[in-house]
């Protein structure tokens, strides 16, 4: 389950065989499935932007420094992951407008995720860039997470790692530079973070909102004063559902 992508590659072909190596990852992702390995030879590979990956695929650069992707949508985000995504050994250069992430999970089709995705050894040079935009909305399941070891930003004046809505992050050796802030975690995002550090930017460290409420309860019994424990009755109330629309494109059903 191997594609190839190349700079003298062409889209016509089937990927299968480096003689015959897709042009660019975006169609490599047209065949690919579940468990394939997309091999980028050295290069700079022009995409039309967001690059939706499978679920279970993996994106795999011949070197850090020599695999280039460059987006052609400005306005759009570069690569969305899903359950069990894996990229490595890549580069992020050109532009991105704003507020615009390299990674993030899909807004439009949610994934459940039981696997987060893992970005390892990449750069991101793209200016005001979301190096990697973690939104618990957008994924289904517990698992609102995804992973990283060394991922550096470079990128001037946007956000390193953003994560929120409950998502969380597991940050081994990311390095941000110039960046207005390095790692945002807001309405109840949380993050590991080992190993990494921040320079030359403006806010290191940011916290903001509160998490969704996990518990409803009643204190039942009185507790002395300067006591660490309270015991709480936590009700479930009965609902009664009466209508349930699913829709396809999202995998979401929606219960009233």
Do not use: W
């Not at 980028?40 to 022009?46: T, V």
């Not at 996990?214 to 006591?227: D, E, H, P, R, Y």
């Not at 309270?230 to 479930?236: A, C, D, I, N």
Request: net charge negative; charged share 15%.
């Amino acid at each position: 389950n191997i594609l190839f992508v190349t700079p003298d590659g062409d889209d016509t072909n089937d990927g299968y065989l480096v003689s015959s190596a897709k042009r660019t990852v975006g169609s490599a992702l047209t065949v690919a499935e579940a468990s394939t390995v997309i091999k980028i030879s050295a290069g700079n590979y022009s995409e039309n932007n967001p690059i939706i990956l499978p679920e279970q695929v993996t994106l795999l650069g011949d070197s850090l420094r020599e695999v280039s992707i460059i987006p052609q949508n400005p306005d759009e985000d570069l690569i969305y992951v899903a359950n069990g995504s894996y990229v490595e050994n890549i580069s992020f250069t050109g532009s991105l407008n704003e507020g615009k992430a390299i990674i993030a999970f899909n807004p439009d089709k949610p994934s459940y995720v039981t696997q987060g995705p893992y970005i390892r050894n990449c750069t991101n040079f793209i200016s005001n860039s979301i190096g990697m935009k973690i939104d618990g909305k957008h994924v289904i399941g517990a698992t609102k997470a995804m992973n990283v070891d060394s991922y550096t930003q470079l990128n001037q004046g946007g956000i390193g790692v953003s994560i929120s809505n409950d998502g969380y992050a597991q940050l081994v050796s990311i390095f941000t530079i110039y960046n207005d802030q390095s790692i945002v975690c807001i309405n109840g995002g949380q993050c590991d973070l080992t190993n990494s550090n921040s320079s030359f930017g403006r806010l290191g460290l940011v916290a903001d909102g509160i998490g969704s409420s996990q518990f409803l309860g009643t204190v039942t019994t009185a507790a002395t004063a300067n006591s660490t424990i309270f015991t709480l009755t936590v009700g479930v109330g009965t609902l009664v559902i009466t209508t349930a629309d699913y829709t396809s494109s999202t995998g979401i059903i929606t219960f009233t």
